[in-house]
């Protein structure tokens, strides 16, 4: 399982320059005018975790294979999007097919570098993204309800508990909530994936501020933590400009030494992980042998045959056990062989749910 967040904003609050840093290449073009990205870019990094080094060292691994986080670069919104504005429609679709939204909100002046609204204001700015996608979702879940108030007719209880969900998420949405702050029931839990409505899905606030202020943040960061907190979203702070820097570098000395001059301890792709696995309820555990160490994501509360499935779907199917230890006793104890002396290796089965670092072996039988 991977995951999949569209960065959206804007026209020219860095984006395009953004996904150009995480994902290291020039596939999205970073200009100074709105709509330089056409069609929605995708771009595949590795997740850094400095586990996957320590296990492949003892398992003495001839290679290494991180966890995969996919970006996608979406053109620039504009007011208006929800009624066309700006190819807003297609832009709008793109969003519908991604897990999560990364918001680049403008935190930063530059007389150099127009604004579509005439003036920063990455409060403004995130209201303005906000509200189209709310109105995209009154329309998209308008025709929705229409639908399934013709089958209740038929008087079957489980879609009229459907009917009555959505009216009270179109209830939010017309009084100028997200989807997101509605409360959610397990049993409503699907029926609120199927609806594919925008606002719902969970949104990470990166502020890209100049160079200078990329440690501190600066008063605009600020205003936008408070929005976050009130809105039980996330925020991060990070420069466009020094993370393009970065990715231009060829070793992880030169990198260090860069982030180090620039008052930082970590690149913003890493925070930007962080938090997305956070957002997603993600968790990585491991495969570990002498031909690889692998690193898996999988959702956090799944149990191991959904693990096994990750690697392939007749893991899942014939699952019998997983053989699993703990990462803490992987690397205290020195390896595989130390844990089986030490009755640190366990038997799971279907059952088991599994803790983020396991490293897991499973048996299955096709």
């Given at each position: 399982m991977g995951f999949n967040c569209g960065i959206v904003g804007l026209p020219n609050v860095g984006k395009s320059t953004l996904f150009n840093a995480l994902t290291a290449t020039a596939a999205a073009q970073a200009e100074n005018f709105p709509f330089c990205t056409i069609e929605p870019n995708i771009g595949r990094v590795a997740v850094p975790d400095g586990r996957l080094d320590q296990l492949a060292v003892l398992a003495k691994s001839v290679k290494t294979v991180p966890a995969q986080l996919e970006f996608v670069d979406i053109a620039g919104l504009v007011r208006g999007a929800s009624k066309g504005e700006g190819l807003g429609n297609q832009f709008l679709a793109n969003i519908r097919e991604t897990d999560a939204i990364i918001h680049v909100l403008r935190c930063f002046e530059d007389g150099d570098i127009v604004h579509v609204e005439g003036s920063v204001d990455p409060l403004r700015d995130a209201e303005t993204i906000e509200t189209e996608l709310m109105l995209a979702d009154i329309e998209s879940l308008g025709k929705q309800i229409e639908n399934?108030?013709?089958?209740?007719?038929?008087?079957?209880?489980?879609?009229?508990?459907?009917?009555?969900f959505m009216l009270k998420i179109k209830e939010a949405l017309d009084s100028g909530k997200a989807a997101r702050?509605?409360?959610?029931?397990?049993?409503?839990?699907?029926?609120?994936?199927?609806?594919?409505?925008?606002?719902?899905?969970?949104?990470?606030?990166?502020?890209?501020?100049?160079?200078?202020?990329?440690?501190?943040?600066?008063?605009?960061?600020?205003?936008?933590?408070?929005?976050?907190?009130?809105?039980?979203?996330?925020?991060?702070?990070?420069?466009?400009?020094?993370e393009s820097?970065?990715?231009?570098?060829?070793?992880?000395?030169?990198?260090?030494?860069?982030?180090?001059?620039?008052?930082?301890?970590?690149?913003?792709?890493n925070r930007?992980?962080?938090?997305?696995?956070?957002?997603?309820?993600?968790?990585?555990?491991?495969?570990?042998?002498?031909?690889?160490?692998?690193?898996?994501?999988?959702?956090?509360?799944?149990?191991?045959?959904?693990?096994?499935?990750?690697?392939h779907s007749d893991f899942e199917k014939g699952f019998i056990k997983a053989e699993v230890i703990a990462f803490e006793d992987y690397v205290t104890l020195g390896g595989e062989q130390a844990c089986k002396d030490a009755g640190k290796m366990r038997q799971e089965g279907k059952s088991y749910v599994v803790a983020d670092g396991d490293i897991i072996l499973f048996r299955f039988n096709v």
């Open positions: 399934i108030a013709r089958k209740t007719k038929s008087g079957d209880k489980e879609l009229k508990a459907q009917h009555e702050t509605v409360d959610v029931s397990e049993d409503q839990a699907q029926t609120f994936k199927l609806l594919q409505l925008l606002t719902s899905k969970p949104i990470l606030y990166a502020c890209n501020v100049n160079e200078s202020e990329a440690a501190t943040g600066n008063e605009w960061t600020k205003k936008v933590a408070a929005m976050a907190a009130a809105q039980n979203a996330q925020h991060v702070v990070i420069c466009a400009k020094i820097e970065i990715a231009g570098l060829e070793t992880a000395e030169e990198k260090q030494e860069f982030l180090e001059a620039m008052g930082l301890s970590e690149p913003g792709l930007i992980i962080r938090v997305g696995y956070q957002l997603l309820g993600l968790q990585t555990y491991f495969t570990v042998g002498p031909k690889e160490t692998r690193a898996w994501t999988l959702r956090i509360g799944a149990k191991a045959p959904e693990a096994a499935g990750c690697i």
